[in-house]
Nanobody
């Protein structure tokens, strides 16, 4: 079973930046779709941004222009660079992966999940 371990969460003021990392226990080049999801208190989990094997990314409208996903297959690591953070970005952020291609950013049907890392943005 592939393991995904996130890190990089924390507390930041609005307008600040954070970079999340997700290290996979196997070659990320074998994972057809990887992505970042988030779940705020009392809300459903939602897709933030995904990246497929070919490097095509899909982002939620709420983060376009602010969040960037990238993948380093040599390090088996997925990143999420988050800039211009807003209080509404506060949530638990999860790394996820699956062995079939990415779909819509609203698609949360992933079989591999990390344990999550908390991001808190204060105003």
């Amino acid at each position: 079973q592939v393991q995904l371990v996130e890190s990089g969460g924390g507390s930041v003021q609005a307008g600040g930046s954070l970079r999340l990392s997700c290290v996979a226990s196997e070659d990320t080049d074998n994972l057809w779709c990887m992505g970042w999801f988030r779940q705020a208190a009392g809300k459903e989990r939602e897709g933030v941004v995904t990246i497929d094997k070919g490097g095509v990314t899909r982002s939620a409208d709420s983060v376009k222009g602010r969040f960037t996903i990238s993948k380093d297959n040599a390090k088996n690591t997925l990143y999420l660079q988050m800039n211009s953070l807003k209080p509404e970005d506060t949530a638990m952020y999860y790394c996820a992966a699956r062995l079939w291609d990415c779909g819509s950013i609203k698609d949360t049907d992933f079989n591999l999940w990390g344990q999550g890392t908390q991001v808190t943005v204060s105003s």
